[in-house]
């Protein structure tokens, strides 16, 4: 998996949540924290683009429009069982700056779980693969509140086209987020109810465990406070309290205050043992900060470190994640 994250800062929200506070954000925080518009253009004005054949899969290049009418591109991938009964719906999410040709090869994964049943749909976010913009200049430009609000009013439109394909079943629909995919699961589940499923990949930014140790440097390259920090060789305290300062909203997108918010939908966190972006430590606070919420439905949340991998979705994540949707969206 190539570079994964650009930076993940909040700097326009109102009714930000402690970082060690007891209660979760609730969707209006979120909304806030994200910038979200509270509706949605109506005209999807969608079409297909390209139709083929993949093994026993059909896979489709299609558009929709997003906010202001832009394009949107996307593929999406479904079995002849559609024919019959709509299927399950999985929005998949590759990192950053992955395209989502990248589900396709080298990870094959558009395909194959379309053929396992169900209806797999994967865009671009913006300023990636097919669509015009650089995503480092547009924060810097607009600020990472709007641009990330960009990125989830897009897979909310995604959802939205789903619901317009009669091979899609909208009852059942899950999120699969690789890196800033996985971190773009919580959020959007944050906001949108209409997922009832998520595994997020490697994308549990927990703000204490990246400050508090050499990730944000990988993370936040780039910024002004980043190269300030670095050359005042601050120690982890000094980092998480300057960010903070700088950007209190961050409370607000913290992965384990958003997980312990998506109870009792089943929440299945990954990482890799070797990640040095999720780090194992990451990830387990994020899974502790959940286990209260999902006390009454504990079957609902897992936790898995993959031993032996860096920041990847290896083959045996990639079988994990399939069997967690089996289990909840299939079953």
Request: one cysteine or more; a negative charge.
């Given at each position: 998996?190539r570079r994964c994250?650009?930076?993940?800062?909040?700097?326009?929200?109102?009714?930000?949540?402690?970082?060690?506070?007891?209660?979760?954000?609730?969707?209006?925080?979120?909304?806030?924290?994200?910038?979200?518009?509270?509706?949605?253009?109506?005209?999807?004005?969608?079409?297909?683009?390209?139709s083929w054949r993949?093994?026993?899969?059909?896979?489709?290049?299609?558009?929709?429009?997003?906010?202001?009418?832009?394009?949107?591109?996307?593929?999406?991938?479904?079995?002849?069982?559609?024919?019959?009964?709509?299927?399950?719906?999985?929005?998949?999410?590759?990192?950053?700056?992955?395209?989502?040709?990248?589900?396709?090869?080298?990870?094959?994964?558009?395909?194959?779980?379309?053929?396992?049943?169900?209806?797999?749909?994967?865009?671009?976010?913006?300023?990636?693969?097919?669509?015009?913009?650089?995503?480092?200049?547009?924060?810097?430009?607009?600020?990472?509140?709007?641009?990330?609000?960009?990125?989830?009013?897009?897979?909310?439109?995604?959802?939205?086209?789903?619901?317009?394909?009669?091979?899609?079943?909208?009852?059942?629909?899950?999120?699969?987020?690789?890196?800033?995919?996985?971190?773009?699961?919580?959020?959007?589940?944050?906001?949108?109810e209409r997922v009832?499923?998520?595994?997020?990949?490697?994308?549990?930014?927990?703000?204490?465990?990246?400050?508090?140790?050499?990730?944000?440097?990988?993370?936040?390259?780039?910024?002004?406070?980043?190269?300030?920090?670095?050359?005042?060789?601050?120690?982890?305290?000094?980092?998480?309290?300057?960010?903070?300062?700088?950007?209190?909203?961050?409370?607000?997108?913290?992965?384990?205050?958003?997980?312990?918010?998506?109870?009792?939908?089943?929440?299945?966190?990954?990482?890799?043992?070797?990640?040095?972006?999720?780090?194992?430590?990451?990830?387990?606070?994020?899974?502790?900060?959940?286990?209260?919420?999902?006390?009454?439905?504990?079957?609902?949340?897992?936790?898995?470190?993959?031993?032996?991998?860096?920041?990847?979705?290896?083959?045996?994540?990639?079988?994990?994640?399939?069997?967690?949707?089996?289990?909840?969206?299939?079953?």
């Amino acid at each position: 998996m190539r570079r994964c994250y650009l930076v993940l800062l909040i700097t326009a929200c109102t009714g930000g949540c402690d970082l060690d506070g007891p209660d979760p954000p609730t969707a209006d925080q979120v909304r806030a924290a994200l910038s979200l518009p509270w509706f949605r253009a109506a005209s999807l004005a969608d079409r297909v683009e390209e139709s083929w054949r993949r093994r026993d899969a059909v896979i489709e290049r299609v558009t929709f429009h997003g906010r202001r009418g832009q394009p949107i591109p996307a593929l999406i991938g479904y079995s002849d069982l559609a024919a019959s009964r709509p299927l399950p719906v999985i929005l998949c999410m590759p990192g950053s700056p992955n395209r989502k040709e990248d589900l396709v090869a080298p990870l094959d994964l558009l395909a194959s779980w379309a053929q396992d049943g169900f209806f797999v749909i994967s865009i671009d976010r913006p300023y990636h693969g097919d669509r015009p913009g650089d995503p480092e200049e547009a924060i810097r430009e607009k600020g990472l509140p709007t641009v990330l609000g960009e990125y989830v009013y897009d897979l909310m439109r995604a959802l939205d086209y789903a619901a317009t394909r009669p091979e899609a079943d909208m009852t059942r629909v899950g999120m699969l987020g690789l890196s800033m995919g996985g971190m773009e699961s919580l959020l959007l589940a944050a906001v949108d109810e209409r997922v009832g499923v998520v595994v997020s990949v490697s994308g549990q930014l927990s703000w204490q465990d990246v400050f508090r140790t050499d990730s944000w440097k990988l993370i936040f390259t780039g910024l002004p406070l980043t190269r300030k920090l670095r050359a005042e060789n601050a120690s982890g305290d000094v980092v998480l309290d300057a960010f903070l300062a700088q950007m209190p909203e961050l409370s607000v997108l913290d992965a384990p205050v958003i997980a312990a918010s998506l109870s009792p939908r089943p929440l299945l966190l990954m990482t890799g043992e070797r990640d040095p972006y999720i780090t194992p430590a990451a990830a387990r606070r994020t899974h502790a900060a959940a286990v209260e919420s999902y006390h009454q439905t504990p079957e609902r949340l897992q936790l898995w470190i993959a031993g032996g991998v860096g920041h990847a979705f290896s083959a045996s994540m990639q079988r994990r994640a399939l069997d967690w949707f089996r289990l909840w969206l299939a079953g």
